[in-house]
């Protein structure tokens, strides 16, 4: 069965601290995406990579990094973690095409204190 | 700017009723392609059901169908013979053909919840 699967379900972090999300593919997907989910704003798009090595900023990219060194991996970055950085945090994959949906990961809840 | 609005955060339903999700949006593209997302308390996000805008034809996947008013900008999602099962937060999404990595643009959101 075809998945994207994020490390970590829950996590708990200082403010301050680097914080990394890991997110592996296993369906040759070349778009990757995170997303962060807040009640009442839906889905909003942080990073997004169409190929290895490449990244292009979303929307709300502040305080955001990501990397993409393998095709399979997509990694977020929080550099320095703040208690607005809480929410749940989502990646995605597709093929290239806008025929196709994205396949979601069960995404990671983040809280910063 | 590029928007998806579903005015409706909150709604319910008696189990083996029908219900419709409203959803409207905003892009002055001409080509690209509509989707609902389902979200169960499980976080999940599944594909409900998509359409291309250039097809006429209402898009129909088993009990799940929409009602696309291209002129209108509006995409509803229309659930028959509700079932516990589908309790979730739905998302209606539009993806464009011209965007590099095609990228979804998302709505709220609307929670479902269904009454047995």
């Known amino acids: 069965d075809v998945k994207v699967t994020q490390s970590s379900r829950y996590l708990v972090k200082r403010t301050g601290e680097k914080v990394f999300l890991e997110c592996v593919q296993d369906?040759?997907?070349?778009?990757m995406f995170w997303y962060r989910q807040d009640p009442g704003l839906g889905l909003r798009l942080i990073y997004f990579?169409?190929?290895?090595?490449?990244?292009e900023k979303g929307d709300i990219p502040e305080g955001y990094s990501v990397s993409r060194e393998k095709k399979e991996r997509f990694s977020l970055i929080l550099e320095s973690a703040s208690t607005n950085q809480t929410s749940m945090y989502l990646c995605a994959s597709s093929l290239s095409g806008f025929r196709y949906g994205y396949t979601f990961g069960s995404g990671t809840r983040l809280t910063v204190v | 700017a590029q928007t998806v609005t579903q005015s409706q955060p909150e709604m319910s339903v008696q189990e083996a009723e029908t219900v419709t999700l409203s959803c409207t949006y905003d892009t002055s593209e001409s080509d690209y392609y509509l989707f609902w997302y389902k979200q169960p308390p499980s976080r999940q996000m599944i594909l409900v059901i998509r359409?291309?805008?250039?097809?006429?034809q209402n898009a129909t996947e088993n009990r799940f169908s929409v009602n696309f008013q291209k002129a209108a900008k509006s995409f509803s999602l229309k659930i028959s013979d509700s079932q516990l099962g589908d309790a979730a937060m739905y998302f209606c999404a539009y993806r464009l053909s011209n965007q590099g990595a095609q990228k979804l643009v998302f709505g709220q959101g609307t929670r479902l919840t269904i009454n047995p």
């Open positions: 990579s169409y190929d290895v090595k490449m990244k």
């Open positions: 359409q291309e805008a250039y097809k006429q």
């Open positions: 369906m040759d997907h070349e778009n």
